[in-house]
């Protein structure tokens, strides 16, 4: 009792300083973007001592994001820095088995004098407690992914084919793109031709690499057994492989010529590569945990479910079918269970699942959104996770509780955030509804705000508790902003995502225009000073919305489209459109659904922002140009803005904070015109 009013005096003693140091905190600034850290990619030593992990900030004197590796122990001490390359970047470290060493992907040039003819990224090891690095592979068309096996004796490469025949000079100008494919493009490769990426084992001592694996297909996600003689992988087969979404798990043996064999056979997605979750090897290498999605007909829409087969007799289960969405799994160290990330409405959490019994346990608890993780040997956790307030930042798990191991955005602490808050709402048919609300700083009980709708992408997410640095910037610049989880989104089941299966704009839009009212109701939100935005479906959504209601006074469409006439055949979508809505030729009313909000443009009336990175083959920029010339036609206020050579994910820091500064400018003008206080 003396220590426990001691402790209260302690507080009433500091109640003066906090509150001094609150007020002097500043306002989240779109400039704070680019001073943030985004972490990633944990991987503990096999004793769990030591914890690797990839860390990106802002090069301001290159102006582009820059990844180098650092390291921490498990207790929390000794972070270091282990890579400073301000001209290449690491990512992706992996320990050998014994934990003398790291292996790593790295786009840095070769030492002098050494070849300089390979080319993108390349596999290169260091010392576990850094020291000069050494390059590996030496692959003409670099390496996309790999794995180093626990003897720590070889490499599990994913590398394309290489552009020109072995010691044939390089062309003046690039060749023509020739292609058959049915998908002809991806927006992280680019154009497809008859190149693959195929699996090799690669000597680690000498460099030499072996193909396992040719032929007209791909493969992904390479897993080695815990014996170092065989490697798991993804792959999709058949007459076109483009045309389905049937990914398989294979498994080979790493020696040349050896022959693969099918392990999974379900007529649907086992393992998609989108969910960057490798097949999870047991302890004993007879069974093996991985995703499985529904149906091809479901597409993204049916919850990934964790599924454990047997190697040798390739008997499948589904330890744990919660109709939820199952990401990362790890085995525990005894083989008795498999941990894994675990989606729920607008949290994804750590737990355990018991693959006799089926029985789940949550591990991490609250309104957080954990990412990854990572597990040694002796079961030892670290977890890669935020909330509403913090970035992404490490911990280790002890328990049931998260203990801090390394957050590299202290720096937060300076600033005045905004917090977040969950609502509960209806639908008009009675649909049970979630929303975050944000209120902006200095919020004012009684108050009307101009308030901002967020329309998330996918259409299968779901706005969760994590850090979002544009909410901040709106917060602190006195706007409230709404992110309302329509039917569509993951994290509630089957039924509430496929709701829109071929019906976009209709359910999700009602859904949408309920949270409106509820912030309205709520007293927050200004029924006269509404907008509404997001980026790829969110766009999407946004074009609709503004297509069939006048009640937003400002919009911001990035990435998105109104006319999916336009987007079948110039995105990377073909095989989905035709599951989902059919062919256009054959199925106009669906696609005539789909484009309501170019083929009606002549009743937007709402003031619009356009964005699109010049070279996204996820939603290209044709999508922004038609919705933009529409509205310019008709005299409709709208600015189109190209962000060159930009894929889907705009990644140059300073587009970033221009698009944050435009995105705020356009808000502020038609939301707030002639008001210039916060």
Known sequence: MIRRLQHLALLALAALPLAAFAADKTPFTPADINRLAVLADPALSPDGRWLVYTVTTTNADTDQPQSDLWRVGFDGRARTQLTRTPDADESQAQWSGDGRFIAFLSDRKPAAGKDDDDTGTQVWTMPADGGEARQVTHLPAGVEEFALSPDGKQLAVIAFDPEHPAGAPKPKNPPPIVTDRFQFKDDDSGWLGARHKHLYVVDLASGAATELTPGAHDEQLPAWSPDSKQIAYVTRRGADPDRTLNYDIYVIDARAGAQERQLTTFPGADLDPYWASRPAWSPDGKRIAYLRSGEDKWIYYAPWQLAVIDVASGKATIPAPIDRCFTHPHWSP??????????????????????????????????????????????????????????????????????????????????????????????????????????????????????????????????????????????????????????????????????IYADWGNKD????????????????????????????????????????????????????????????????????????????????????????????ADRIATPTLFQCGQIDFNVPCIGAEQMYQALRSRGVPTQLVVYPGQHHEISVPSYLRDRMQRNLAWYERFLKPGDSAP
Request: hydrophobic residues 40%; without cysteine.
């Open 334 to 499: 005894d083989g008795r269970s498999v941990y894994a990330l675990i989606e729920q409405a607008e949290v994804t959490h750590l737990a355990r699942i018991d693959v006799a019994s089926g029985k789940v346990t949550e591990l991490t608890h609250g309104d957080r959104f954990d990412v990854d993780l990572s597990m040694s040997r002796n079961g030892r956790i670290a977890v890669l996770g935020g909330d509403d307030l913090h970035p992404y930042n490490l911990a280790a798990l002890d328990g049931e509780h998260l203990r801090p191991l390394a957050d590299h955005n202290e720096w937060l602490a300076g600033k005045q955030l905004a917090g977040i808050e969950t609502l509960h709402f209806t639908s008009a048919d009675g649909t049970k509804l979630d929303a975050l609300l944000v209120k902006p700083i200095g919020y004012v009980q009684g108050r009307r705000y101009p308030t901002i709708l967020r329309v998330h992408g996918g259409p299968v997410y779901q706005f969760s508790h994590e850090f979002m640095e544009d909410w901040q910037v709106y917060a602190a610049n006195g706007f409230a902003v709404l992110a309302v989880n329509p039917r569509g989104s993951s994290g509630r089941g089957f039924d509430f995502a496929r709701a």
């Open 509 to 600: 839009m009602q859904d949408l225009m309920a949270g409106v009212d509820h912030a309205i109701k709520l007293g927050v939100a200004d029924p006269d000073r509404l907008g509404i935005g997001g980026w790829s479906y969110g766009a999407i959504l946004t074009d609709e919305v503004i297509a069939r209601t006048a009640r937003f006074k400002a919009a911001i469409s990035g990435a998105g489209t109104g006319n999916m006439y336009g987007m079948y055949g110039d995105d990377e979508y073909a095989r989905e459109y035709e599951l989902e809505l059919g062919t256009p030729w054959a199925n106009r009313e669906a696609y005539d659904r789909a484009s309501y909000p170019f083929l009606h």
